[in-house]
């Protein structure tokens, strides 16, 4: 079984930054395949970034503002948000694995709130 905690999250004022951690532990095989997604309130949740041992990539909201990376060896993944907006305010999950994978565990979510 594997555990996923997500911690970093808050409140910030708009244009401010956030450093969401993702710490993985139990039976892991591969760290690989992380994704951060986002859940706001009355609407479905979002795929932001995800990371691969093939690159990383982001959904066009968050683009040039959020930086998806990972430690290997410390089994932790982080999502580094700035110049944020009232828009991000969400409950951010981290993902380990999904479609395609053998494996698909999630964390049980941070939230971050931005105000204007």
């Known amino acids: 079984q594997v555990q996923l905690v997500e911690s970093g999250g808050g409140l910030v004022q708009a244009g401010g930054s956030l450093r969401l951690s993702c710490v993985a532990s139990?039976?892991?095989?591969?760290?690989?395949?992380v994704g951060w997604y986002r859940q706001a309130p009355g609407k479905q949740r979002e795929l932001v970034a995800t990371?691969?041992?093939?690159?990383?990539n982001y959904v066009d909201s968050v683009k040039g503002r959020f930086s998806i990376s990972k430690d290997n060896a410390k089994n932790t993944a982080y999502l580094q948000m700035n110049s944020l907006k009232p828009e991000d305010t969400a409950v951010y999950y981290c993902?380990?694995?999904?479609?395609?994978?053998?494996?698909?565990?999630w964390g049980q979510g941070t939230q971050v709130t931005v105000s204007s």
């Open positions: 139990g039976s892991i095989l591969w760290f690989n395949a």
């Open positions: 993902r380990l694995g999904g479609s395609g994978y053998l494996y698909d565990y």
């Open positions: 990371i691969t041992s093939g690159g990383s």
